[in-house]
T-cell receptor, first 116, second 114 residues
Framework: AQSVTQLDSHVSVSEGTPVLLRCNYSSSYSPSLFWYVQHPNKGLQLLLKYTSAATLVKGINGFEAEFKKSETSFHLTKPSAHMSDAAEYFCVVSDPGGTSYGKLTFGQGTILTVHP | KAGVTQTPRYLIKTRGQQVTLSCSPISGHRSVSWYQQTPGQGLQFLFEYFSETQRNKGNFPGRFSGRQFSNSRSEMNVSTLELGDSALYLC?????????????FGSGTRLTVV
């Protein structure tokens, strides 16, 4: 079975300061991990993905995430927040086999607010 | 390259009616998944299709069904609509059979049941 826990439901930062969105996962297999972003009344956009290659993954818009197997974590970071980063972010796990075949499991989401 | 296209964007239906939602994946993508998004339950997996075969199904009642056509386009149907079916329904497609490349999502269909 697979599961995802996003440790913060809301994160608030000032423009130009670092962003940290925390995610822990559970998986029976070697999972694929993703971060998606959803702006209001929009679909989901893929920010970055980890698929058992490099543990530090770079994504779009300056975001990156580090896969830490020993801590079962996949935290999302950005060095300097921009107003346009304000959105809801989802950590997602996908198992390649078992009953989770073909299924994405989403965390509950973290709403990022960026203050001027 | 066109993205994932979902139609219609908005729907208003009455309790007891049925509804069909459509999804056209990115050209060449054979894996299509459906998700329901609500404020209370978040994003929940409905089902996944690959080459016209349903490979996985989430924990939803039998009123929720789907299918995939030979051109990879997919439809989902909800019969005997209930108020609780009001949600954003998202479709996603992937180029890899196991979704390792990630899924590209459409903009969704907003269904309101009154």
């Amino acid at each position: 079975a697979q599961s995802v826990t996003q440790l913060d439901s809301h994160v608030s930062v000032s423009e130009g300061t670092p962003v940290l969105l925390r995610c822990n996962y559970s998986s029976s297999y070697s999972p694929s991990l993703f971060w998606y972003v959803q702006h209001p009344n929009k679909g989901l956009q893929l920010l970055l993905k980890y698929t058992s290659a490099a543990t530090l993954v770079k994504g779009i818009n300056g975001f990156e995430a580090e896969f830490k197997k020993s801590e079962t974590s996949f935290h999302l970071t950005k060095p300097s927040a921009h107003m346009s980063d304000a959105a809801e972010y989802f950590c997602v796990v996908s198992d390649p086999g078992g009953t989770s075949y073909g299924k994405l499991t989403f965390g509950q989401g973290t709403i990022l607010t960026v203050h001027p | 390259k066109a993205g994932v296209t979902q139609t219609p964007r908005y729907l208003i239906k009455t309790r007891g009616q049925q509804v069909t939602l459509s999804c056209s994946p990115i050209s060449g993508h054979r894996s299509v998944s459906w998700y329901q998004q609500t404020p209370g339950q978040g994003l929940q997996f409905l089902f996944e299709y690959f080459s016209e075969t349903q490979r996985n199904k989430g924990n939803f009642p039998g009123r929720f069904s789907g299918r995939q056509f030979s051109n990879s386009r997919s439809e989902m149907n909800v019969s005997t609509l209930e108020l609780g079916d009001s949600a954003l329904y998202l479709c996603a497609s992937s180029s890899s059979p196991r979704g390792a490349d990630g899924y590209t999502f459409g903009s969704g269909t907003r269904l309101t049941v009154v």
